[in-house]
């Protein structure tokens, strides 16, 4: 009896039993527990940014809660601002006024009365005059000086101009004199004459003092009114018209005499006195005019 190798060709007996491949385990669980893992890492991670949210709003509340307010200034330098500076910043001290060094300055418009320190702008020293008027005429010459360092002017309130050169003005905060009341007794300041003010006679131009120049005497005479006036400067002059046909005159620099002046054009004399208004040409008496109201200062 012949033996036969088996079929498969391993020797005698029988070969290895036949291999089978284990069974696989499913990947399933794998998968699903890797995606549950990461659900729970996201659901933690999103608490934990919540909770942190929530903790830093709360203490952002209790920081601003103890912490004072504070207060934001706007300037009105700021592009956002929409509202004028606080009235305490607007409430401030006003700079002194700079005057111009030349010019004629009108009082009241251009330059306050008050006293004045004055000070040259050039090096050969400045000038001013106070003025009465602005036509030019050498009566409108109240005062005036030459300044050649530190000095002063003042001006008073009735001036109606100052004339500066080459002057720097500052305000000293002095105010003007005051014209104090006559003492009892003491001669009436202005004339007593009928119709007549500080200036002479009211509504007669050519018996009234130019511009704010005071009167220092006045008559009325049978035919004419006079007044002699007196400049800031002290210079005088007469003016007289003939209240018939209204011719007039207006002589610079008469002379006191006695109680009266005496004004000189060419070889005429006015002489006006308490008791008469003579008009002389050398040695021939012109005419003569009793006085019916006079007075001087």
Request: with cysteine; aromatic share 6%.
């Given at each position: 009896?012949?033996?036969?190798?088996?079929?498969?060709?391993?020797?005698?007996?029988?070969?290895?039993?036949?291999?089978?491949?284990?069974?696989?385990?499913?990947?399933?669980?794998?998968?699903?527990?890797?995606?549950?893992?990461?659900?729970?890492?996201?659901?933690?991670?999103?608490?934990?940014?919540?909770?942190?949210?929530?903790?830093?709003?709360?203490?952002?509340?209790?920081?601003?809660?103890?912490?004072?307010?504070?207060?934001?200034?706007?300037?009105?330098?700021?592009?956002?601002?929409?509202?004028?500076?606080?009235?305490?910043?607007?409430?401030?001290?006003?700079?002194?006024?700079?005057?111009?060094?030349?010019?004629?300055?009108?009082?009241?418009?251009?330059?306050?009365?008050?006293?004045?320190?004055?000070?040259?702008?050039?090096?050969?020293?400045?000038?001013?005059?106070?003025?009465?008027?602005?036509?030019?005429?050498?009566?409108?010459?109240?005062?005036?000086?030459?300044?050649?360092?530190?000095?002063?002017?003042?001006?008073?309130?009735?001036?109606?101009?100052?004339?500066?050169?080459?002057?720097?003005?500052?305000?000293?905060?002095?105010?003007?004199?005051?014209?104090?009341?006559?003492?009892?007794?003491?001669?009436?300041?202005?004339?007593?004459?009928?119709?007549?003010?500080?200036?002479?006679?009211?509504?007669?131009?050519?018996?009234?003092?130019?511009?704010?120049?005071?009167?220092?005497?006045?008559?009325?005479?049978?035919?004419?009114?006079?007044?002699?006036?007196?400049?800031?400067?002290?210079?005088?002059?007469?003016?007289?018209?003939?209240?018939?046909?209204?011719?007039?005159?207006?002589?610079?620099?008469?002379?006191?005499?006695?109680?009266?002046?005496?004004?000189?054009?060419?070889?005429?004399?006015?002489?006006?006195?308490?008791?008469?208004?003579?008009?002389?040409?050398?040695?021939?008496?012109?005419?003569?005019?009793?006085v019916l109201q006079y007075w001087i200062r």
């Amino acid at each position: 009896m012949s033996t036969q190798p088996p079929p498969d060709g391993y020797g005698y007996g029988y070969g290895p039993p036949p291999f089978e491949q284990p069974p696989r385990r499913p990947k399933w669980p794998w998968v699903v527990g890797g995606v549950i893992v990461a659900a729970l890492i996201a659901t933690v991670a999103g608490l934990a940014v919540v909770l942190v949210r929530d903790s830093n709003s709360a203490g952002d509340e209790t920081v601003a809660a103890a912490s004072p307010a504070r207060t934001v200034t706007v300037t009105a330098d700021s592009p956002t601002a929409s509202a004028p500076p606080p009235a305490a910043t607007e409430s401030t001290t006003a700079e002194p006024q700079t005057l111009p060094t030349d010019g004629i300055l009108k009082v009241g418009v251009d330059i306050a009365p008050g006293e004045y320190a004055v000070r040259p702008t050039r090096s050969y020293g400045g000038y001013w005059e106070r003025l009465s008027c602005l036509t030019g005429d050498f009566t409108c010459l109240l005062a005036n000086d030459n300044v050649e360092g530190d000095s002063y002017v003042v001006v008073l309130p009735e001036d109606v101009a100052l004339r500066i050169d080459g002057l720097e003005l500052v305000p000293t905060g002095n105010p003007a004199p005051g014209t104090a009341p006559p003492a009892a007794g003491a001669a009436p300041s202005s004339p007593t004459l009928d119709n007549t003010d500080a200036q002479g006679f009211v509504g007669v131009p050519q018996a009234r003092c130019n511009h704010t120049n005071a009167a220092v005497a006045a008559g009325q005479t049978t035919e004419s009114l006079v007044v002699v006036c007196e400049t800031g400067v002290g210079r005088l002059y007469y003016k007289g018209v003939r209240v018939a046909d209204g011719a007039s005159i207006e002589i610079d620099d008469p002379v006191a005499s006695g109680n009266g002046f005496t004004a000189t054009n060419g070889a005429v004399q006015y002489q006006l006195s308490p008791d008469a208004l003579a008009i002389t040409e050398g040695s021939t008496l012109l005419g003569e005019e009793p006085v019916l109201q006079y007075w001087i200062r």
